[in-house]
């Protein structure tokens, strides 16, 4: 069944507004925040906390938000998929990462005091 046009655009007004009400509602945990400037930061922190609750709750009702949090599903199971190096194969990788960048270094320092050297003979400085 096609989907008409004013169902179409009644439903995008529609998500605009929940997303404006949502960005209300952090807004309304900020004000929360400096409105309970005199109380316990706990309740302080609280506001805020149930500001984003809210507004993230809002968001979810909407299209781009039911994406938004479809394609977060999907990362978190992809991530459990991924197969994670042991320990040992960590420190192997970790040790010769390190080994090649300390060898560099040294290669490095040594094309650069050779280059220096080449310049003061040229220039005819002594050290």
């Known amino acids: 069944m096609p989907v008409s046009k004013v169902e179409t655009d009644s439903s995008y007004m529609a998500d605009k507004i929940k997303l404006l009400v949502a960005f209300l509602f952090v807004v309304a945990g900020v004000v929360g925040y400096y409105a309970l400037q005199d109380s316990a930061a706990v309740?302080?922190?609280l506001s805020v906390l149930f500001g984003v609750l809210l507004a993230a709750g809002m968001f979810w009702m909407t299209v781009s938000g039911k994406q938004f949090f479809g394609f977060a599903g999907d990362s978190v199971a992809e991530a459990k998929r991924v197969v994670w190096p042991t320990r040992k194969e960590t420190i192997q990788?970790?040790?010769?990462?390190?080994?090649?960048?300390?060898?560099?270094a040294l290669f490095l320092w040594a094309v650069d005091a050779s280059l220096l050297m080449i310049v003061n003979k040229l220039m005819g400085r002594s050290e």
Do not use: N, Q
Not at 93 to 104: C, D, E, S, Y
């Open 43 to 45: 309740l302080r922190v």
């Open 93 to 104: 990788t970790t040790a010769v990462v390190i080994l090649f960048a300390v060898i560099m």
